[in-house]
């Protein structure tokens, strides 16, 4: 079972081979805590069974034990045996009624997760594994513990926090918590320095695809419940106005598609900010940023040296948007400025 033939009892606690070989010639052995693993292994590998039995009786009252006011350390050697025995038995036998316990405790984030993920630039990643399947539906408790972490690393994005990005469900924190969703995703994508090219690449998706997944969502349970409206049609004067209409009408690659329009009235990149980061008709970011990244084309007076002050997330949180929005998430144009 434990990969096993021979075991050097020099690896042993002398009071656990004792109290092992003793057992052998009384038929009858009790379990201490600190003697546990050892007289464990020797059993399974010496094939004695019924050691073997009672060292699992023992533990599982262990397990029986585990109640919410159950100190960190006692659930700590619970948890790190059952890991052990899962490593070297190859087997959930021990780890299975564990994590089903610890599971069933609602304040277990607060008991367990969030103190065993303390020293969390050095878990495995099996142990962040188990982290995530104990957390179930509790996503923002790992995203806290995420966030806190690359603050204190110094706003390193390590393979830990990458591993934890990647493998939880991130529309389920949306749907939680969305203060918490957007404070992470401004972390990562505003102020995180990364040594690895890919994880700009990995944020940005993971965000596009737990947002629309979660604005889709919602737009369709909206569309079902909501009854048709008919749209009451306002004149627009003026080419800024044309712009914010259209814009809001998803027109706006037709207003566009050639140089005549915004070039032909002179407007200018300060006159096209200036309209589309105060019009109340532009509700979120990324119609913002469709219509600026169209019209930027054709401003008189646009050059690449103006990127830099264009101060888009200044303007995005000024209005109060979030990151994304349900207006163009089927046709969104991913542009980032820096301020």
Request: hydrophobic share 35%.
């Amino acid at each position: 079972v434990l990969q096993q033939s021979v075991l050097d009892m020099d690896d042993f606690g002398a009071d656990a081979v004792h109290r092992f070989i003793a057992s052998l010639y009384c038929g009858e052995i009790e379990i201490e805590q600190s003697q546990f693993r050892d007289i464990n292994k020797m059993s399974l590998v010496f094939k004695v069974s019924w050691i073997s039995s009672i060292c699992q009786e023992y533990f599982q009252g262990l397990v029986n034990d585990i109640r919410p006011d159950t100190e960190y350390s006692t659930l700590l050697y619970i948890f790190e045996e059952a890991r052990y025995m899962m490593s070297k038995m190859k087997s959930d036998s021990f780890l299975k009624p564990v994590m089903e316990q610890m599971c069933a405790l609602e304040n277990r984030a607060e008991i367990f997760i969030e103190p065993y993920t303390r020293n969390y630039g050095s878990l495995e990643v099996n142990q962040l594994d188990l982290m995530i399947k104990m957390a179930k539906d509790d996503v923002p408790c790992l995203l806290r513990i995420m966030k806190k972490n690359v603050e204190k690393q110094g706003l390193v994005f390590d393979e830990n926090s990458r591993h934890i990005l990647q493998n939880v469900d991130l529309v389920k924190c949306l749907e939680q918590n969305e203060t918490l969703y957007e404070e992470v995703f401004d972390l990562l994508l505003e102020k995180v320095e990364y040594t690895e090219p890919e994880d700009t690449k990995v944020i940005v998706k993971l965000y596009r695809e737990s947002t629309k997944t979660f604005y889709t969502s919602q737009k369709e349970t909206k569309d079902e419940q909501e009854q048709p409206k008919t749209e009451r049609k306002e004149e627009e004067p003026g080419l800024s106005h044309k712009i914010t209409n259209d814009l809001v009408n998803n027109k706006i690659s037709n207003l566009f598609s050639s140089s005549t329009g915004i070039v032909d009235h002179g407007i200018s990149v300060e006159a096209i900010i200036e309209h589309l980061s105060t019009s109340p008709k532009v509700k979120s970011l990324y119609m913002f940023i469709e219509g600026l990244a169209k019209a930027l084309r054709y401003a008189v007076n646009f050059t690449e040296e103006l990127v830099p002050r264009l101060k888009v997330n200044q303007i995005r949180i000024g209005r109060g948007w979030s990151r994304i929005s349900p207006d163009f998430i089927e046709n969104w144009l991913f542009v980032r400025y820096k301020n």
